[in-house]
């Protein structure tokens, strides 16, 4: 019975790769969390699902940087520009200047002071490329140095 059983689970894993079908094993968050609490929507949870392309936690003394990047979107500019605008609209993110978006392919960042802490800046890069269907999102939490 045991034999079958494993038997059975290696066929449906080979049926899967045979037929090209992708297996998507990360579970991507609703939230991306930051220390203190913090924490900022997930490009995801604003535009839907996307096939994640790679994934990275970085923690220095200074900063602590969660990366998405995420391949294959059909239109990396319509959501870049749609996430943005919710972080800006809807969880008081700022950007400082004129926001002029390139329809091919630009580097955004905006800003929001910690709601947990008034000594820390949480920061969203947005990164995208209409040619090659990447879209690339950073969040930084650093402590304010004046």
């Known amino acids: 019975m045991k034999k079958r059983l494993i038997l059975s689970l290696l066929l449906a894993v080979s049926l899967l790769f045979a037929c ?24 995801t ?23 998405y990047s995420f391949k294959k979107v059909e239109d990396a500019y319509a959501d870049a ?23 091919t392919e630009d580097e955004i960042t905006i800003y929001k002071t910690s709601p947990n802490d008034s000594e820390f800046e949480i920061r969203v890069i947005v990164k ?12 930084e939490r650093e402590k304010v140095i004046e």
């Open 20 to 43: 090209g079908c992708e297996i998507n094993l990360v579970k991507l968050p609703e939230y991306y969390e930051l220390n203190d609490g913090d924490t900022v929507i997930s490009f």
């Open 45 to 67: 949870n604003v535009v839907g699902e996307r096939d994640l392309n790679t994934k990275k936690i970085e923690m220095t003394n200074a900063v602590q940087r969660i990366s």
């Open 81 to 103: 520009e749609k996430y943005i605008d919710h972080l800006m609209e809807e969880e008081g993110f700022y950007y400082a200047g004129m926001l002029n978006m390139d329809e």
């Open 128 to 139: 995208y490329n209409t040619n090659t269907k990447i879209v690339k999102v950073t969040i």
